[in-house]
Nanobody, 115 residues
Framework: QVQLVESGGGLVQPGGSLRLSCVVS????????MGWYRQDPGKQRELVAR???????NYADSMKGRFTISRDNAKNTVYLQMNSLKPEDTAVYYC?????????WGKGTLVTVSS
C-alpha cells in the first residue's frame, strides 16, 4: 500500500513564503513523476508543478518564477517552495506520485494567503 502525506501548509500573509513537503511511503518500486496540484472549492483540481524521475520540471504559467519544485529520491519526498504568495494561491494543495503507471494522491494540505 502506498501512502502520501503532505505537510507545510498554513496561513501566510500576501508576499510571504511557504514550503510544502510530501513523503511517499509503502510498497514503492520506483517513483516516476511527482507533482503538486491545487484545488479551490467549486473548481477543478489544477496542476501546480511536476518533476520527472530525471528532474525535468514544468510549472503552470501562473506559478513560474514564484514556485520551485524539487525532489529527494533517497527520501521519497517532493517539495514545493512557494514565494511571493498571493491571495489567489489559497487552495488545498495535493501531492501526486506516479508509481508503475498508477497515480497516488495525498489527502492535501491547506494553504491560506490572507492579511
Amino acid at each position: 500500500q502506498v501512502q502520501l502525506v503532505e505537510s507545510g501548509g498554513g496561513l501566510v500573509q500576501p508576499g510571504g513564503s511557504l514550503r510544502l513537503s510530501c513523503v511517499v511511503s509503502g510498497s514503492i518500486f520506483r517513483i516516476n513523476t511527482m507533482g503538486w496540484y491545487r484545488q479551490d472549492p467549486g473548481k477543478q483540481r489544477e496542476l501546480v508543478a511536476r518533476v520527472t524521475s530525471d528532474n525535468t520540471v514544468n510549472y503552470a504559467d501562473s506559478m513560474k518564477g514564484r514556485f520551485t519544485i524539487s525532489r529527494d529520491n533517497a527520501k521519497n519526498t517532493v517539495y514545493l517552495q512557494m514565494n511571493s504568495l498571493k491571495p489567489e494561491d489559497t487552495a488545498v494543495y495535493y501531492c501526486k506520485a506516479d508509481i508503475v503507471g498508477t497515480g497516488y494522491w495525498g489527502k492535501g494540505t491547506l494553504v491560506t494567503v490572507s492579511s
